[in-house]
Nanobody, 126 residues
């Protein structure tokens, strides 16, 4: 699978953005899909994950709960990250990633993901 992230940009605090991650391949529905982000000078951190189609879970970092929503459209081989009420501390490069089915307890660990997109920059001004 190959991943292509898009949708980043420069917004003001309180605004919304929707990131998209388009995947190639015919087995997209079988992958667990995650979003991670990396701020300048910091390590890559978990943002959100959605399970493969049969897994039935989503999971969010505490810092984005209630503001971000992850979803997927298997007919379009795309996973989305709807980001509302953006804050300056959300500024980062956002990466989507794919993993073979992994359990909820492991879904926040970047090392569990085998394929990464190129990243899309989100900048939130105050």
């Amino acid at each position: 699978v190959q991943l292509q992230a898009s949708g980043g940009g420069l917004v003001q605090a309180g605004d919304s953005l929707r990131l998209s991650c388009a995947a190639s391949g015919r087995t997209f529905s079988s992958y667990t899909m995650g979003w991670f982000r990396q701020a300048p000078g910091k390590e890559r951190r978990f943002v959100a994950v959605i399970s493969w189609s049969g897994g039935g879970f989503t999971r969010y970092a505490d810092s984005v709960k209630g503001r971000f929503t992850i979803s997927r459209d298997n007919t379009k081989n795309t996973v989305y990250l709807q980001m509302n009420s953006l804050k300056p501390e959300d500024t980062a490069v956002y990466y989507c990633a794919a993993a073979v089915p992994i359990p909820y307890r492991s879904a926040a660990y970047p090392e569990k993901y085998h394929t990464w997109g190129q990243g899309t920059l989100v900048t939130v001004s105050s």
